[in-house]
């Protein structure tokens, strides 16, 4: 049996960090950490029993084994990009194509579209969904629902908010501790959750927080929606966005964890595209604030509601 392919996302970190010969100039273009870029890049050598860059004090250079990569891998990365630009760049007559974070589709598409599709039985969508933020440099949607930076937004991106870090978890969890919100000591005996290839959220919440010493997280997730899910099954604490997590703290199943909240450095945003069918994209788009407002001032109401 052939063995499985490296995922795609080691080989994206190599070629970005293999064009730039840095992995900050990497992680800058495709939207992530330095750290994750090295990890992916590590991963490919570990993978492969083979060292591909030479690491030196101000840069990168490609060893022989890199070198021979190289070719074949930026090639193959063209021929996906040209594969998925053939379906986006198709566009029906009536059909509105969003593109999406898969954590704000799961989280905010699958509760809530039948409202939209309902009261207007004549709207047609597609919806393609995205991990990486630079796969919307190559999309041609109506709308797209992007998650980074402020500086990878591009002009026009209207940042969806506000958003902060929190700490959630699961119901009976909480209960078990037996307090309304966890204690610095009783947070630092939980198994913590962190979504990983975009910012290092846990160390950034303890700062603000000026809480020190936090053990490592235990569980990885590549994604805020993942985190959710983590924490919504009891598997721990997980510290994510606000906003990609109010529905589930508006419905019950997560509750959040700790008083303490911190600014995001990543955030979801909204863009549009001038030439799409701008009434489909008011529908859609004032949908969507509606979604969001509800969601967001029942979780808020909520959190009150716990609050001692």
């Known amino acids: 049996m052939a063995r499985a392919l490296p995922p795609v996302a080691w080989f994206r970190a190599f070629e970005s960090a293999a064009r730039h010969l840095s992995f900050t100039a990497a992680a800058e273009e495709l939207g992530l950490t330095q750290s994750a870029i090295s990890q992916n890049v590590r991963s490919l050598e570990l993978r492969?029993?083979?060292?591909?860059?030479?690491?030196?004090?101000?840069?990168l250079a490609l060893t022989d084994a890199g070198r021979r990569l190289l070719p074949d891998v930026t090639a193959a990365m063209g021929s996906l990009s040209n594969a998925a630009g053939i379906f986006e760049r198709a566009s029906d007559s009536g059909l509105?194509?969003?593109?999406?974070?898969?954590?704000?589709?799961?989280?905010?598409?699958?509760?809530?579209?039948?409202?939209?599709?309902?009261?207007?039985?004549?709207?047609?969508?597609?919806v393609i969904t995205t991990v990486w933020p630079d796969e919307f440099s190559r999309s041609s949607a109506d709308v797209e629902l992007r998650f980074g930076t402020e500086s990878h937004m591009g002009k026009g991106a209207e940042h969806l908010g506000p958003d902060e870090l929190i700490v959630v978890a699961a119901p009976d969890l909480m209960k078990r501790v037996g307090q309304p919100f966890l204690?610095?000591?009783?947070?630092?005996?939980?198994?913590?959750?962190?979504?990983?290839?975009?910012?290092?959220?846990?160390?950034?919440?303890?700062?603000?927080?000026?809480?020190?010493?936090l053990p490592e997280p235990d569980l990885m997730a590549d994604s805020h929606g993942l985190v959710i899910d983590f924490a919504r099954a009891g598997l721990g604490v997980g510290v994510t966005s606000a906003l990609l997590a109010a529905p589930s703290l508006a419905s019950g199943d997560l509750v959040?964890?700790?008083?303490?909240?911190?600014?995001?450095?990543?955030?979801?945003?909204?863009?549009?595209?001038?030439?799409?069918?701008q009434q489909d994209v008011d529908l859609f788009t004032t949908w969507l604030k509606a979604e969001i407002s509800a969601a967001t001032t029942q979780a808020d109401l909520k959190r009150r509601a716990a609050d001692p």
């Open 48 to 59: 492969f029993s083979t060292i591909l860059f030479e690491r030196k004090p101000r840069g």
């Open 96 to 126: 509105l194509t969003v593109a999406a974070s898969v954590s704000f589709a799961q989280w905010y598409f699958v509760p809530g579209l039948s409202r939209l599709m309902d009261a207007n039985p004549t709207l047609s969508l597609r």
């Open 183 to 213: 204690s610095t000591e009783s947070l630092r005996q939980q198994r913590l959750i962190q979504a990983v290839g975009t910012s290092d959220n846990w160390k950034r919440w303890a700062q603000h927080s000026r809480i020190a010493s």
């Open 256 to 277: 959040q964890a700790h008083a303490m909240t911190a600014p995001t450095k990543d955030g979801y945003f909204l863009a549009t595209n001038p030439l799409a069918d």
